[in-house]
């Protein structure tokens, strides 16, 4: 998967960046996947368990939380 984004971005950008001399696979995977952990933790993807999705402090308004809100909430309110 990893590659294939990376391919997608390097079209995208229209650069190559094997042509770069900064270039190193390995640190832009790792980069890759602490990124895709971050973006998986920060998603709003659950309906809050202290409001029930009518919107309050814990989600902003929003109704929804991430998944690590969720998982700290307590067991009570899920």
Known sequence: ???SKLTEIQKFLGVS???NPHYDRASMKQAW???EQVAKLARLDRACP???GRGCEACKGTGFVSESVWKMA???LK
């Open 1 to 3: 998967m990893f590659l």
């Open 17 to 19: 960046m094997q042509d």
């Open 33 to 35: 996947q602490q990124m």
């Open 50 to 52: 202290y409001c029930g």
């Open 74 to 76: 307590p067991k009570d």
